[in-house]
């Protein structure tokens, strides 16, 4: 099937409907605009862009594109990704998926009628999304996370290791209870994190003790709460391992209001995507990714994706992070500090 007046005189109707059917336009029925994208997926018809630009690249979020508690991130991945695609002449636009798709319509037709060729998605912790695109044959990278389905091309970065790393540089201290304080919500990227926690500790011969596990949201409120309920265990945690940088910075916050020295009365790790680490007094021991260049990198693939004519084999990188020991870690107190009923700080022998 190769133009609209084809589709229209197999169904009946006028080119002016097909047009309006498919570009999501009122003056449809619902039952012929289901007709018509039915039609149109069954032929594989791929709109021309007309006067649409066919050099611009999408960013799909499932959901809002910005949230606090994702700190920096964000804003570094798009930073690095403006520039991957200014690098090769293409043009970013924001997609909503959840907003602005029509339900009879296949993401293809949706992605054909926004006028882009290829996009770049965010899954935030679900990748069923990005999952369904790819078996569209749609080109689709996901950034920074990875899914189990075969055919989807991704580029992420992995913590496991500097994770492990960062606890074991903990126990190399002295530390023996650690505790790990995560983001509620639980993509690959903190699996890696909660993994190299666990594996330290097994290979220490130190038993998990799951009350030293504690999730919220990670932004500066939820590092205060994780801290807060930590600290008010009857045996609290002498070292704390933060795995956002915002609830490190909350955290951190929380420590100086409350009194807590640091790293005298508490040792602290936390994780970073850019410069945080460098920002806070004291500045804190981090595992840190860089998600500039991640974004960088996945607008240099998918702008290629784009401009191709055939489709691009399956993609899949997982870059390295690391570890910096900076001036909130030390040798574990022998008097560890913990919070009383009323919020005072008491101070354990």
């Not at 569209?136 to 992420?156: K, T």
């Not at 956002?244 to 420590?255: E, R």
């Not at 693939?301 to 055939?310: C, F, P, V």
Request: hydrophobic share 35%; charged share 25%.
């Amino acid at each position: 099937m190769s133009s609209v007046r084809q589709i229209a005189n197999e169904l009946g109707i006028s080119v002016a409907t097909v047009s309006r059917a498919m570009n999501q336009r009122s003056g449809v029925s619902e039952e012929t605009r289901r007709k018509v994208l039915e039609l149109a997926q069954r032929h594989q018809y791929k709109p021309s862009m007309g006067k649409k630009p066919t050099n611009v690249i999408g960013l799909v979020y499932p959901e809002e594109p910005v949230k606090s508690d994702l700190g920096d991130f964000e804003a570094s991945l798009l930073s690095g990704i403006l520039r991957g695609v200014y690098e090769k002449k293409h043009d970013l636009a924001f997609i909503s998926a959840a907003r602005d798709k029509h339900p009879d319509e296949t993401y293809t037709q949706f992605f054909h009628r926004k006028g882009v060729n290829a996009i770049l998605m965010r899954s935030l912790g679900d990748t069923s999304l990005v999952e369904q695109i790819t078996s569209e044959g749609f080109p689709v990278l996901l950034v920074a996370d990875r899914s189990e389905d075969p055919a989807v091309s991704y580029i992420d970065s992995i913590s496991h290791d500097t994770s492990r790393k960062a606890v074991e540089h903990l126990l190399s201290l002295g530390h023996k209870r650690i505790a790990l304080a995560m983001h509620n919500i639980v993509d690959t990227d903190h699996q890696d994190r909660e993994s190299g926690y666990r594996d330290a500790l097994h290979d220490a011969g130190i038993e998990v003790d799951e009350s030293l596990i504690v999730r919220a949201q990670a932004n500066t409120s939820g590092g205060e709460i994780m801290l807060t309920s930590l600290l008010g265990l009857e045996h609290p945690p002498t070292a704390i391992f933060f795995t956002n940088p915002m609830s490190t910075i909350g955290a951190l916050h929380k420590c100086l209001r409350l009194g807590v020295k640091v790293p005298k009365d508490l040792s602290i790790v936390g994780f970073d995507d850019s410069v945080t680490r460098h920002q806070t007094f004291p500045r804190y021991t981090a595992v840190c990714q860089d998600a500039i260049s991640l974004g960088v990198e996945a607008a240099r693939w998918i702008t290629r994706a784009a401009q191709s004519d055939d489709p691009m084999p399956i993609y899949r990188e997982v870059r390295p992070t690391n570890f910096e020991v900076l001036e909130t870690t030390s040798y574990a107190s022998i008097t560890p500090v913990r919070l009383g009923p009323d919020g005072e700080l008491i101070r354990t022998v």
